[in-house]
């Protein structure tokens, strides 16, 4: 107590000198007073109060433990007593044991009298009931089953209360009642014959189906009654309980299991759709079923065995375990596809459990799925197998047959508008079409997997086709005799690659919306598709053009001759051959119709100054000059009328190409060799792939440029490198003139 008095001391200090650290603060001293002495009484309050409340409590406690102790020692002299009256009346028990006895055999005689009766007619009675299950009467069999089992049950239990340990006479007795145990049996064997049969019953008969359910539920009542004597007694009479409500549910699910087997009545030996018959069948067989489920056989039953709910399970049980059952066959693709779109699409469908006919009992949203998503994906993925290798063959078989057309003795087929084609595009997307239609049917992801299998195998098969093109190419220069519609069938080839690209952007088209389904990488290859494409379309115009100037050769090669200066019809002759391909080439679709043309030209200009560049010939005088340059603007004139024939209704502008010619002839043409170097300025300004050699080469045509000129040339030639722009096409960079340069020609 002093060093809590201390401690109340020494904090009360610190509070005083905590409020009075200013002279100003001594004025409120009596404040400072009354403050702490309303506080000091608030706490003495509480306090007050709550040592009060603890000892109400103490009280209460003490006047509660006083009363139970009071109530024990009444209880402890209630139990001396009654143990005093037990000690009294044992001899009086042992006294009425001869009384007990003759009450138990006065119980079983009275037993035995009660079923007398029923002892003495057992054959009688059997043989009674067995004539009621045959005339269908079951109700009035089971009535006088349930009489005789209740006249043995009853023998049977007296003896088991006199002496349970004497199975003899339980033997006898129960080898009596063999007949009844028989007659159980039968009564039951008709019941689940009944319940297989329930759905026909329900229809024809449905007052044996309610008989059914009410013996059904008699005996699920008398074994409720024998449970509970066996618990007080001990005593079970043989062959109960029966469970005939669990049997009747065990019997409807092997019904249900059989009924969906009793569907598939082929097999792919016989039947190459027998998947398609058999899942059609279970579809009808489910739908049917449970309409009459609710409609009719719901009537039949207790609200409380909800039968269309059990039926409903029951129903989708046995379709989960034949699916499953289907799913680990050795199913082809197609097989899988007619799986999975009757399990993902056609099983909640308006067809079979959305039907409308069964709302509100069926809610399509809380249906489990008949395939676990283990089993699904590996289904999707053995298709997605199977489906990868049937492509490739399918590729394969269709690039062959496109092979032996191509060596046909008769020209391809055309379209409506008159263009040479083939079967391969039209063979190719109807493969993918078909494929993508079935895809589309089961999933949206399994869509976008397929058209990417699709392009991918595209991808691949497109580098087969172009070497088999180019192969086809060789084949022919081996023998260009043959095939003999060679130029039509490589016409067909370049159309295709137009055709394939018009499909596939249909395809993309219809099974796929850009911005919301595809991701980047499922169109990462789309890109390479089209460039391959446009690749063997080229390589189809390159090898057309190279028939062309193999016949064109020959005439080539007179050009720049002295024959050629002396009036050779060489020019008319590439003119008319052109011309006459054309007329072949016009069955090639745009835009590589328009290409051929562009690059015919080219071709054309580019061999044309060819030969300028190889000095064939040398001009020996200013008459010849001008007779060579004359004959060259003739020329360019005629491949300028050829090309613009050709190319009526092309909008590229080939100007540049007609020029070319004609610029070379007025370097040829000029009769003041001091003009040269603005020429050639002005040349090298135009073209400005025109290089050092084929300045040499053109000078070395002339036949007349001074040593002093020569130099200039070089001279203008490197003060006036142009470079060429984006869009110019160079002419000059192909050609390659003699070895031979101005440096050395000065020297």
Known sequence: MEETDREAVSTAAQRVAGMLQRPDQLDKVEQYRRREARKKASVEARLKAAIQSQLDGVRTGLSQLHNALNDVKDIQHSLADVSKDWRQSINTIENL??????????????????????????????????????RGELLLAHRKLMDLECSRDDLMYE???????????????????????????????????????????????????????????????????????????????????????????????????????ASQSDTRELDKMWLVRHLELTRKYVLEDLLVMKNLMAQCFPPHYNIFKKFQNLYHQALVARVEELATEDLEANEIVSLLTWVLNTYQSEDMMGHPDLAPEVDVKTLEPLLSNDVANMLLTKYMTTLTSNIIGWLRKALETDKKDWKKEQEPEADQDGYHQTTLPAIVFQMFEQ??????????????????????????FLSRYKEEVMLYKDDHLKDRQHPQFYIQYMVAVVNNCQTFKESLNSLKRKYTKFEEEMEEDHYANQPTIEGTLDIIAKDGCVYLLDEVFLDLEPHLQELMTRKWLAGSNAVDIICVTIEDYFNDFAKIKRPHSKEITIEAHRRVVVEYIRTMMQRRITFRGLDERREGAERVLKDAEQFRFLFKKLSAGFTEDTDLLCDAIPALAEVLKLTDPSLLCLE????????????????????AMRGDASREMKQTVIETLCQNQAHAGPNLKPIFKDISAQNLTLSKLVK
């Open 680 to 699: 050639v300025s002005t040349l090298v300004n135009k073209f400005p792939d025109f290089r050092e050699e084929h300045i040499t080469a053109l000078l």
């Open 97 to 134: 044991k001869d009384v007990k006895d003759a009450v138990v055999q006065h119980s079983q005689l009275a037993a035995a009298v009660e079923n007398l009766k029923n002892i003495f007619s057992v054959p009688e009675i059997v043989q009674e009931a067995y004539e009621l299950i045959e």
């Open 159 to 261: 003896q088991y209360r006199m002496d349970s340990k004497n199975t003899h006479d339980m033997k006898l007795i129960q080898a009596y009642f063999t007949e009844v145990q028989n007659l159980s049996e039968q009564m039951g064997k008709q019941i689940w014959m009944l319940v297989q049969r329930s759905s026909v019953t329900v229809r024809s008969d449905p007052a044996q189906l309610v008989s059914m359910i009410r013996i059904i539920e008699r005996e699920e009542k008398i074994d409720k009654r024998m449970l509970d004597r066996q618990k007080q007694t001990g005593f079970i009479p043989p062959g109960r309980p029966k469970k005939w409500k669990n049997k009747l549910f065990a019997v409807l699910e092997q019904t249900v299991a059989n009924r969906i087997e």
């Open 435 to 460: 494929n993508l239609q079935v895809a589309a049917q089961i999933s949206d992801d399994l869509k976008l997997k397929v058209l990417t299998l699709c392009l991918q195998q595209m991808n691949s």
